[in-house]
């Protein structure tokens, strides 16, 4: 089991820019993908970003594509979520999530086992 740690989420103004950090602990992150996720009240959970354990494929979501960019360092077992651009639309809780070691990307939450807290980001207009 893998646990994460999400930070970072905060209050921004629209047009602002976080950066969400995920950190995980308890077990070797090789081949392990990391997905971020984000769920706004009243709103079904939605797929934002993965990174494959690598870190050579990302997959982002068509709402945050071009505005947002995943990274990771497997040496500080952290993954980063850099948001600019914001929007008064992408508030939402934010998740980041583990995947079952060498699985394909994906973007389906049922796809992953393990799960942080979550960071609530907060984008005003």
Do not use: H
């Not at 070797?28 to 997905?35: A, E, Q, S």
């Not at 993965?50 to 947002?68: L, M, Q």
């Not at 040496?75 to 639309?89: D, F, G, H, I, R």
């Not at 980041?96 to 979550?118: E, I, L, V």
């Amino acid at each position: 089991q893998v646990q994460l740690v999400e930070s970072g989420g905060e209050l921004v103004q629209a047009g602002g820019s976080l950066r969400l950090s995920c950190a995980a602990s308890g077990r070797t992150l090789i081949g392990v993908n990391i997905g971020w996720f984000r769920q706004a009240p009243g709103k079904e959970r939605e797929f934002v970003a993965v990174i494959s354990w690598s870190g050579g494929t990302t997959y982002y979501a068509d709402s945050v594509k071009g505005r947002f960019t995943y990274s990771r360092d497997n040496a500080k077992n952290t993954v980063y979520l850099q948001m600019n651009s914001l929007k008064p639309e992408d508030t939402a809780r934010y998740y980041c999530a583990a995947a079952q070691r060498f699985t394909a990307t994906s973007r389906d939450y049922r796809d992953y086992n393990d799960w942080g807290q979550g960071t609530q980001v907060t984008v005003s207009s």
